[in-house]
């Protein structure tokens, strides 16, 4: 028996490791939430390096690059199709994280599956429905393939079909991260409805904000870790939370600029269905930001995943007066 090592035939794929296994303790989404930072200085890569490292990430990737404008012209069609009219700025989030993707969601929703005139009951609340399910269910596809071909390419320098294999698991992270998103936003719209101008800051728009800031790294995790859904929240709650990262000053600004693009109109884009090139040329190169923040979260997390504790930090005693 010969024991030279089997060479892999040339032009075959590149297959990525298998994802760590774990058997972390069960526990509940407010584990996460209500326990301790993690102590010490954080091990997180500055915010430059790292989206550095994820612009190079993202425009490596041709086909990635690539089915962003097709991507765009297929739900385009679909939705002008189905009776959709605009704006066309709606489209600058086709690749978005939500709760960005959620806020878009629900306004797409809401002008394109409209209630048959003289429904009633069920089937006034039934074609909206099934639009925002739908919408959000494309959203936590593209991401889960998004990050997938992002981990892949940061963990070996090539990005194969296994991507789009393990899309389909990370899919419920994903999907579960946009219903969540979908009920912060609600939780915001109720408190900006409370408090007048300054509800929109602290409800609609730290709404936003708090779903980037918590479940950013939730894909990656469910990407790079087997792990259950539920571990894959608490982590990304967890490696959010380190002191020191900036997680929450990124959060911050996407969503700032996020919101500007998705309000302001691009150019050219108030032209009922057939928006010029330049509104094409301008919601396309937004996703593509959307697609490098997204394959930023992915390293920054890759970058401190060994010194993240599976388990909460112990909240310390009050030392007893003597």
Known sequence: MSNKKKKRPSGTASTYRAPATTSPPRRGLLDGLL???????????????????????ALSQPWLVAAIPVTMLVVWVLLTTLGFQGPFTAMGV???????????????????????IGASGVGVALPGLIGITSLLLFHAAVDALVTTMSVEKLRTGAVSAWAVRRAGRVIRT??????ISLGLLIAGNVIAAFL??????FGLIGSMVVGVYLFGFAPTIATDEERRVTDNLVRSVRAARMPGSANLWLAVGYVMVSLI?????????????????SAWAAAIAINVVHVIVQAT???????????????????????RRR
């Open 35 to 57: 326990a301790p930072r993690t102590p010490g200085a954080s091990p997180m890569p500055k915010f430059r390096s790292t989206l550095a490292r994820g612009i190079v990430t």
């Open 297 to 319: 979260l992915a390293y920054r997390y890759l970058a401190v995943a060994p010194e993240i504790p599976e388990q909460p930090v112990a909240r310390q005693a009050p030392a």
């Open 261 to 277: 693009v998705l309000i302001a109109p691009l150019p050219g884009s108030t032209i009922g269905v057939t928006p010029p090139m």
């Open 94 to 116: 086709t690749f978005a994280i939500p709760p960005i993707t959620s806020f878009a969601d629900a306004q797409v929703a809401g002008k394109t599956f409209r209630a048959a």
């Open 196 to 201: 007048g101008g300054i509800g929109v800051i």
């Open 174 to 179: 994903t999907a579960t991260v946009g219903l």
